[in-house]
Antibody
Framework: QVQLQESGPGLVEPSETLSLTCTVS?????????WGWIRQPPGKGLEWIGS???????YYNPSLKSRVTISVDTSKNQFSLKLRSVTAADTAVYYC?????????WGQGTLVTVSS | QSALTQPPSASGSPGQSVTISCTGT?????????VSWYQQHPGKAPKLMIF???ERPSGVPDRFSGSKSGNTASLTVSGLQAEDEADYYC??????????FGTGTKVTVL
């Protein structure tokens, strides 16, 4: 059974970098799937942030591309998200997920608040 | 990339049916048979209900069904039950490792 678990700080100061890690269990991150990040601001809808293949190939949402980096660590079966220069508008629940033409497994989500 | 368009709300009485639309473009919904639907209860992660337009994952009741015509996909929930009250989001594969989500529909069971 595939499980994903997000981890990282729940509070980030404005202009700093948001960093989250997703640990995958029940599947190899080197399998034929993409591994992605999705966020949901409080009371709002879902937004695809971007994804990575185990080889390192990435896709980023054009609206966030200048601030986002997604990386993978196959030795730890983990992938990570970095979002730079955050503002209050980046406050959201961040989900990690597994995808291949469908996002079929999600983490439980972690709330990240941007505030001083 | 723009979010797929869904109605903000839909409702029905127990036992009735409700249909939610999801409108995109030829670059997403109309271009691929990879439309998915998710159910989200408050404070929970989205749950996959329909994938590849019409397919149900194991364990999803057959009261949930999907369809697509052109750039618009639809989710129908038949025989509404109290536990179906939730937010529903559509999603479409948009090529090259990219997905787009709908604006979300709140379904109320009257």
């Amino acid at each position: 059974q595939v499980q994903l678990q997000e981890s990282g700080p729940g509070l980030v100061e404005p202009s700093e970098t948001l960093s989250l890690t997703c640990t995958v269990s029940g599947d190899s991150i080197s399998s034929n799937y993409y591994w992605g990040w999705i966020r949901q601001p409080p009371g709002k809808g879902l937004e695809w942030i971007g994804s990575i293949y185990y080889s390192g190939s990435t896709y980023y949402n054009p609206s966030l591309k200048s601030r986002v980096t997604i990386s993978v660590d196959t030795s730890k079966n983990q992938f990570s998200l970095k979002l730079r220069s955050v503002t209050a508008a980046d406050t959201a629940v961040y989900y990690c997920a597994r995808a291949f033409v469908v996002v079929d497994h999600w983490g439980q989500g972690t709330l990240v608040t941007v505030s001083s | 990339q723009s979010a797929l368009t869904q109605p903000p709300s839909a409702s029905g009485s127990p036992g009735q049916s409700v249909t939610i639309s999801c409108t995109g473009t030829s670059s997403d919904v109309g271009g691929y048979n990879y439309v998915s639907w998710y159910q989200q209860h408050p404070g929970k992660a989205p749950k996959l209900m329909i994938f590849e337009v019409t397919e149900r994952p194991s364990g999803v009741p057959d009261r949930f069904s999907g369809s697509k015509s052109g750039n618009t996909a639809s989710l129908t929930v038949s025989g509404l039950q109290a536990e179906d009250e939730a937010d529903y989001y559509c999603s479409s594969y948009a090529g090259t490792n990219n997905f787009v989500f709908g604006t979300g529909t709140k379904v109320t069971v009257l």
